[in-house]
């Protein structure tokens, strides 16, 4: 193994530095707001439309396209993704193979991983994760939800702590759910799986059948109340 001095290694490292910020002055030739042009790596090719924002500690990889006005919080990687005019993307999100629709958001503490396709005007929240899934426009996906192998149709609302079982141990298989549905908040929709139009699924649901359109399903235990319980500090001394 050979040794290098610290002299030496300096030189290295200031002279990977300039080939980093001499793309990054480019962009801001060109009127992209980057926040420190020290905290920026484009480590393959990043194109920018117009009235693009980059914050701090952001990392490019492969081929980028961000469009008109969008804006990168801090702390996110960009792989080989398309975000459309106008969106937004939070702080700590990863975009991986991906493409993200118009006038979006996605994050904080968002992932959308490889195949995925957001439509415009998609909410995507903080630690929400999507994974080979197609997200029509106007779609609410806003809090600590999974959304794996999947169609959602336009205006579809999936509440908090949603999860898409999509993996039996065996095989992956796929949810379909259609315009207009709703899904409460801490449901776990098992595939394979339809969920028909405007179809509304209660709070607490485990779904495992198809949903028919125009509905209310519930799908959960009814709740038992048992009177007299002492609990377990009853044995404490």
Known sequence: MEYKSISEIKTLVEKERSKFLEKVYKLMANGVIVSDPYRLDI?????????VKI???????????LENDVVIG???ILRDC???????INPFTLIDNAVIGEQSFVGPFGRVRPNSKVG????IGNFVEVKNA?????????HLSFIGDADLAENVTVGAGTIFCNHNGVEINHINIEKNAYIGSGCELVAPLK????ATIASGSTITEEVPGDTLTIAR?????????????SYKE
């Open 55 to 65: 914050d701090v500690n952001v990392v490019i990889e492969g081929n980028v396209i």
């Open 134 to 142: 197609n997200i029509a426009s106007n779609c609410r996906i806003n």
């Open 195 to 198: 969920v028909n139009r405007n």
């Open 82 to 88: 398309k975000i459309g005019r106008g969106t937004e």
């Open 74 to 76: 801090a702390n996110c």
């Open 43 to 51: 480590r393959g090719e990043l194109s920018c439309g117009s009235g």
């Open 221 to 233: 235990a009814r709740q038992t109340i048992v009177k007299g319980w002492k609990g377990p500090n």
């Open 120 to 123: 415009d005007k998609v909410q």
